[in-house]
Nanobody
Framework: QVQLVESGGGLVQAGGSLRLSCAASGRTVSRCAMGWFRQAPGKGREFVAAIPWSGGSTYYGDSVKGRFTISRDNAKNTVYLQMNSLKAEDTAVYYC?????????????????WGQGTQVTVSS
């Protein structure tokens, strides 16, 4: 299993930017697809973005397309989520996730490693 630690959350005004980081550790990190989910108060988990182990094609939830960018640095075992043009509805706890294998998934149940989450609050 992979251990994940998120950082970079905080309070930002609408229209602003934040960058989340996820430091991964474990023997199989380089063979994991990784991504981000979020959960707002009273709502279920929502797929945000994912990137395969190769760092090739990236995938995004419809609500963040064009505003968020996921990337990874395998040399540093770190995944990033650059969030621009933030909106109040982006307020949530953001979770870094990982799954062993070549391909990503947009289903939360397919990820077996989860970070503790980092709070992102966007004020309107």
């Amino acid at each position: 299993q992979v251990q994940l630690v998120e950082s970079g959350g905080g309070l930002v005004q609408a229209g602003g930017s934040l960058r989340l980081s996820c430091a991964a550790s474990g023997r199989t990190v380089s063979r994991c697809a990784m991504g981000w989910f979020r959960q707002a108060p009273g709502k279920g988990r929502e797929f945000v973005a994912a990137i395969p182990w190769s760092g090739g094609s990236t995938y995004y939830g419809d609500s963040v397309k064009g505003r968020f960018t996921i990337s990874r640095d395998n040399a540093k075992n770190t995944v990033y989520l650059q969030m621009n043009s933030l909106k109040a509805e982006d307020t949530a706890v953001y979770y870094c996730v990982a799954r062993l294998g070549l391909w990503i998934s947009m289903q939360s149940g397919d990820y077996d490693s989860w970070g503790q989450g980092t709070q992102v609050t966007v004020s309107s």
